[in-house]
Structures are given as structure tokens and as C-alpha cells.
T-cell receptor
């Protein structure tokens, strides 16, 4: 079955420290992966998708098919990065399969 | 166009009652999705529409759940004979085409007492 696993419920880092939010997936086929973010009191929004290969707000994510991972990284965390982050996979029919999410807390 | 809207934002009901939620997608988006999110979990797919056609329903969607998109614009999700296990955040999303970015609404939080 297609599944997305985010092993950390909470990741707490200091401002300026590097951030890596982990995401592993299982999918039979060519995966299309996303990171969604939900800031406090805001709706869920797309952060980035692997096919665009962009850096958004300093975040990048590389698809590693060998390790079936799509970890989200940022070299220097900022306080405004504090949010809930969800990794998601496009499934047949283009519905999204989400992980359970990781809360990122950036401390000053 | 202010994005996907959902109404109501909050609904408290007693077990056994029926509830209906509405979603207004971004205009011209022909794909509309419903997801459910419970505490500590990511959103889970329920169903989706392409225009007015309901193309897929999750096994999570029991017979008590029904969704419609009568004119290919807004959609409604009805839950009949609500149960306490139906308490969740119900999210709606829309996209222009199948593999495009899905834009989410603010959600409707349902509490079944």
C-alpha cells in the first residue's frame, strides 16, 4: 500500500541551526512528492514539489528513490519557519496521501 | 477570488443528527477533493470530483456519507446519523487539473457529542 512516513512528531531547533524534516514513502511506480506547510491559524498550503526542483523560503527537498526518501532541508532555521509540515504523495487519481506531520519549533 | 471557502467553520452536533458541509472551490477549478483530518494525523482522502462527476470514493466513506457537486461548482458533504467517531476536521481542496497544486480551504471542524 502507498504510505508516507514522517518519523518525528516534533523537531525543535535553535534559530540559525540546520533543519532536516524526514519523510519516507512506499509507492509502486514513479512517485510525485510534495511538502505542505500549515502555519498557526492558517490553512494548509503547498511549500514545494519535487518535480519543480525549486528552493522555497530557503527549503529544498531531494527525491532519493534508492532510499525512498524526500527529506526537507534548510541550512539556517528562522523563527517564522515554525509550523506543521506534511509530506505527501500523489496517488492514482491525483489524490494526496499525507504523512502524520512534523511540528517544527524554532527557538530564539 | 479569495481561495477555497468552506462553511460552516465549526459544527457541534449530537450523535444521530445529520450534518451538511459546503465547499466553494476556486472558480474554474474542475477538480474538487474532500479530506478528513483527525487529531495527530495528516489529512486522509475521502472523495473527489472532476466537474460534477464523482470519480472516486475512499473506503473511509461509509454509506452514511454522501457528497455532491451538482453543477460542477460548489460541493456538499453530508453525514447522516453522525457518530462520535465522525468528529474531525473536514478539508476541501481544489485544483485546475489533476496533477496541479491542490489549494485547501480552512476546513470545517465537526464535533459530535
Amino acid at each position: 500500500a502507498q504510505r508516507v512516513t514522517q518519523p518525528e512528531k516534533l523537531l525543535s531547533v535553535f534559530k540559525g541551526a540546520p533543519v532536516e524534516l524526514k519523510c519516507n514513502y512506499s509507492y509502486s511506480g514513479s512517485p510525485e512528492l510534495f511538502w505542505y506547510v500549515q502555519y498557526s491559524r492558517q490553512r494548509l498550503q503547498l511549500l514545494l514539489r519535487h518535480i519543480s526542483r525549486e528552493s522555497i523560503k530557503g527549503f529544498t527537498a531531494d527525491l532519493n528513490k534508492g532510499e525512498t526518501s524526500f527529506h526537507l532541508k534548510k541550512p539556517f532555521a528562522q523563527e517564522e519557519d515554525s509550523a506543521m509540515y506534511y509530506c505527501a504523495l500523489f496517488q492514482y487519481g491525483n489524490k494526496l496521501v499525507f504523512g502524520a506531520g512534523t511540528i517544527l519549533r524554532v527557538k530564539s | 477570488d479569495t481561495g477555497v471557502s468552506q462553511d460552516p467553520r465549526h459544527k457541534i452536533t449530537k450523535r444521530g443528527q445529520n450534518v451538511t458541509f459546503r465547499c466553494d472551490p476556486i472558480s474554474e477549478h474542475n477538480r474538487l477533493y474532500w479530506y478528513r483530518q483527525t487529531l495527530g494525523q495528516g489529512p486522509e482522502f475521502l472523495t473527489y470530483f472532476q466537474n460534477e462527476a464523482q470519480l472516486e470514493k475512499s473506503r473511509l466513506l461509509s454509506d452514511r456519507f454522501s457528497a455532491e457537486r451538482p453543477k460542477g461548482s460548489f460541493s456538499t458533504l453530508e453525514i447522516q446519523r453522525t457518530e462520535q467517531g465522525d468528529s474531525a476536521m473536514y478539508l476541501c481542496a481544489s485544483s485546475l487539473r489533476g496533477r496541479d497544486e491542490q489549494f485547501f480551504g480552512p476546513g470545517t471542524r465537526l464535533t459530535v457529542l
